[in-house]
Nanobody, 115 residues
Framework: VQLVESGGGLVQPGGSLRLSCTAS????????MSWYRQAPGKQRDLVAR???????NYSNSAKGRFTISRDNAKNTVYLQMNSLQPEDTAVYFC??????????WGQGTQVTVSS
């Protein structure tokens, strides 16, 4: 499966962005779609996950500010990010995984939060 992320960019603190991840296959057949992020010099961490049954989970830093959703008809997963802060600056990666948990990764999209 190939994944293409988009929607990153430069935003001021307190602003919002919506990331999109479009898959080359039907995402209804993919167990879980997730967003990860990786800041310079840091490991890649889970931000949010949504399963094909619609169950979601979020990192503590994302809870209450970010929302993950999926549109199976468009083979696309979204990450709506509100109240962005400088510490949210990172490259955001999309992951498609079956129940084995092994990710197929996209190329990433840069999110920079700065005034």
């Amino acid at each position: 499966v190939q994944l293409v992320e988009s929607g990153g960019g430069l935003v001021q603190p307190g602003g919002s962005l919506r990331l999109s991840c479009t898959a080359s296959v039907s995402i209804s057949n993919i167990y879980a779609m997730s967003w990860y992020r990786q800041a310079p010099g840091k490991q890649r961490d889970l931000v949010a996950r949504i399963t094909n049954s619609g169950n979601t989970n979020y990192s503590n830093s994302a809870k209450g500010r970010f929302t993950i959703s999926r549109d199976n008809a468009k083979n696309t997963v979204y990450l709506q990010m509100n109240s962005l802060q400088p510490e949210d600056t990172a490259v955001y990666f999309c992951c498609a995984a079956q129940t084995n948990g092994i990710c197929n990764w996209g190329q990433g999209t840069q999110v920079t939060v700065s005034s």
